[in-house]
């Protein structure tokens, strides 16, 4: 179970990072492919290296909440990574992110693909996943670069 300024574990492919945030602080872990860092939940703007993706998720609309920050700095691995450790586990409400060329992210109702989905790509931002019919749905993601 997620709890504030605890250490946690998430399953993550490829050289991906995670940073969990709170609304009052940080969380830090290690990853078996890389270390969670502590920064601001305004990961899109420090994201700046070309081959790089991330991905901030919102607990509550308008990018509100707890939120998780995903980066990952290699070419994706395919495969499903579960939300169900973090605070956005069917919570997530609103998204930002920026994708390197040719990354696709589809997020997925339930942990092993099945249900709705819901795809990103390029750069861009969500304050309401009510629109799309996918607020609190979200149990998993998965990268892909097709090509």
Same mark, same amino acid.
């Given at each position: 179970?997620?709890?504030?300024?605890?250490?946690?574990?998430?399953?993550?492919?490829?050289?991906?990072?995670?940073?969990?945030?709170?609304?009052?602080?940080?969380?830090?872990?290690?990853?078996?492919?890389?270390?969670?860092?502590?920064?601001?939940?305004?990961?899109?703007?420090?994201?700046?290296? %070309?081959?790089?993706?991330?991905? #901030?998720? +919102? &607990?509550?609309?308008?990018?509100? !909440?707890?939120?998780?920050? =995903?980066?990952? @700095?290699?070419?994706?691995?395919?495969?499903?990574?579960?939300?169900?450790?973090?605070?956005?586990?069917?919570?997530?409400?609103?998204?930002?992110?920026?994708? %390197?060329?040719?990354?696709?992210? #589809?997020? +997925? &109702?339930?942990?092993?693909?099945? !249900?709705?989905?819901?795809? =990103?790509?390029? @750069?861009?931002?969500?304050?309401?996943?009510?629109?799309?019919?996918?607020?609190?749905?979200?149990?998993?993601?998965?990268?892909?670069?097709?090509?």
């Amino acid at each position: 179970m997620y709890k504030r300024n605890a250490a946690v574990g998430l399953p993550l492919l490829g050289a991906c990072f995670v940073t969990l945030f709170c609304v009052m602080g940080a969380v830090t872990a290690t990853l078996p492919a890389g270390t969670i860092e502590r920064g601001s939940a305004d990961a899109i703007a420090a994201s700046t290296q %070309a081959n790089e993706s991330t991905m #901030v998720l +919102y &607990e509550h609309l308008e990018y509100k !909440g707890e939120n998780i920050s =995903i980066r990952c @700095e290699s070419k994706p691995k395919e495969g499903k990574n579960s939300l169900k450790e973090t605070p956005v586990f069917k919570k997530m409400s609103s998204l930002k992110w920026k994708l %390197a060329t040719g990354v696709i992210v #589809v997020f +997925y &109702e339930r942990e092993d693909g099945g !249900g709705k989905q819901f795809t =990103i790509w390029g @750069e861009g931002q969500k304050k309401d996943l009510f629109e799309n019919k996918f607020d609190n749905e979200a149990a998993a993601w998965a990268w892909f670069k097709p090509g």
